[in-house]
T-cell receptor
Framework: AQTVTQSQPEMSVQEAETVTLSCTYD???????LFWYKQPPSRQMILVIR??????QNATENRFSVNFQKAAKSFSLKISDSQLGDAAMYFC???????????FGTGTRLTIIP | DAGVIQSPRHEVTEMGQEVTLRCKPI?????LFWYRQTMMRGLELLIY????????DSGMPEDRFSAKMPNASFSTLKIQPSEPRDSAVYFC???????????????FGPGTRLTVL
């Protein structure tokens, strides 16, 4: 079974600064995918970024990037130039190739300080 | 596209009553997922369907919970009888198997907040 661990229940960052959210996972599969989802106060879950495990290059989406360390089973999310709209719960998730099931971590609540 | 639609957005009911949550996935999506979110247990997958067929219901907590997908555009999650411990936010999500890449993004609905008194 897969497990996803987010060891930081809460984080805060000054507006315009950079913050990194941690995620580690455990899987016996060699082909899998990793995701970061954002859940703002509206409750809507929104995909932020995704990474295929077979790709060595770290994924980036504008101000969001990941640091994927496959051997260490680590998948951290870096948010650059933090904005007030980034305030949300962030969930790390994983899914095996060929299996649509997502396994989520417990989330990190990110607060942006104006 | 309207996105995944869930109804109702909020439901308050009394213990022992039947509760039905509804979901309309994004048109053309092949997969539909039901999740439950609580403070204690986080986000849990309850069941998912592929082409209207249940594939994995191992997350359904007990026989009081049932889910159906009679057609590609509609699914229900039913709790009968409901209990206070069922209070949670229930999410529906859908995804497409017509992969442009090998990664299927799940699109979530706004959720239904259920309170069982």
């Amino acid at each position: 079974a897969q497990t996803v661990t987010q060891s930081q229940p809460e984080m805060s960052v000054q507006e315009a600064e950079t913050v990194t959210l941690s995620c580690t996972y455990d899987t016996s599969e060699s082909d899998y995918y990793l995701f970061w989802y954002k859940q703002p106060p509206s409750r809507q879950m929104i995909l932020v970024i995704r990474q295929e495990a077979y790709k060595q290059q770290n994924a980036t989406e504008n101000r969001f990037s990941v640091n994927f360390q496959k051997a260490a089973k680590s998948f951290s999310l870096k948010i650059s130039d933090s904005q007030l709209g980034d305030a949300a719960m962030y969930f790390c998730a994983t899914a095996n190739f060929g299996n649509e099931k997502l396994t989520f971590g417990t989330g990190t609540r990110l607060t942006i300080i104006p | 596209d309207a996105g995944v639609i869930q109804s109702p957005r909020h439901e308050v009911t009394e213990m022992g009553q039947e509760v039905t949550l509804r979901c309309k996935p994004i048109s053309g999506h092949d997969y539909l997922f039901w999740y439950r979110q609580t403070m204690m247990r986080g986000l849990e997958l309850l069941i998912y369907f592929n082409n209207n067929v249940p594939i994995d219901d191992s997350g359904m907590p007990e026989d009081r919970f049932s889910a159906k997908m009679p057609n590609a555009s509609f699914s229900t999650l039913k709790i009968q009888p409901s209990e206070p411990r069922d209070s949670a936010v229930y999410f529906c999500a859908s995804s497409s198997n017509r992969r442009v890449s090998l990664v299927n993004e799940q699109f979530f609905g706004p959720g239904t907040r259920l309170t069982v008194l």
